[in-house]
């Protein structure tokens, strides 16, 4: 009886052990997706403010170029708004280069989550063929 007594505990110490270890993991790869959630949430963020403003600068630009066109040089105006367009087109696809850049070569989201479970699923993997052999 003594032996059943310390086998049942072994067993039940070792299940709230497995429980145990379990949990933590579940946590941890929780806190990991959260992070990650977050930083995603912080480039999106980014992403759009940047488009903003460049959308911003654009339409600014457009006003400006009229007010300026209609005061100055209204005989040239023609030549002068050909050139202004030119100038803030090309800031407005400069700042849309650098969005799409930094898109493009943005790390997939919850790559290190990913990751952690690739791991997580090559250890219990190997783990199985071990005890199966």
């Given at each position: 009886?003594?032996?059943?007594?310390?086998?049942?505990?072994?067993?039940?110490?070792?299940?709230?052990?497995?429980?145990?270890?379990?949990?933590?993991?579940?946590?941890?790869?929780?806190?990991?997706?959260?992070?990650?959630?977050?930083?995603?949430?912080?480039?999106?963020?980014?992403?759009?403010?940047?488009?903003?403003?460049?959308l911003f600068s654009l339409f600014l630009s457009?006003?400006?170029?009229?007010?300026?066109?209609?005061?100055?040089?209204?005989?040239?105006?023609?030549?002068?708004?050909?050139?202004?367009?030119?100038?803030?087109?090309?800031?407005?696809?400069?700042?849309?280069?650098?969005?799409?850049?930094?898109?493009?070569?943005?790390?997939?989201?919850?790559?290190?989550?990913?990751?952690?479970?690739?791991?997580?699923?090559?250890?219990?993997?190997?783990?199985?063929?071990d005890y199966g052999d």
């Amino acid at each position: 009886m003594a032996q059943e007594t310390g086998s049942t505990r072994g067993i039940g110490g070792a299940l709230r052990q497995v429980l145990g270890s379990l949990t933590e993991g579940v946590r941890y790869r929780g806190e990991l997706f959260a992070l990650e959630l977050t930083e995603e949430k912080n480039s999106l963020i980014s992403h759009l403010v940047l488009a903003m403003a460049a959308l911003f600068s654009l339409f600014l630009s457009f006003l400006c170029l009229n007010v300026l066109l209609l005061v100055l040089f209204w005989d040239q105006r023609a030549i002068l708004a050909t050139v202004l367009m030119l100038i803030y087109m090309l800031m407005a696809a400069g700042l849309g280069l650098i969005i799409r850049h930094r898109i493009k070569n943005a790390p997939k989201p919850f790559d290190t989550t990913l990751e952690v479970l690739r791991k997580d699923q090559e250890t219990l993997t190997r783990g199985g063929n071990d005890y199966g052999d």
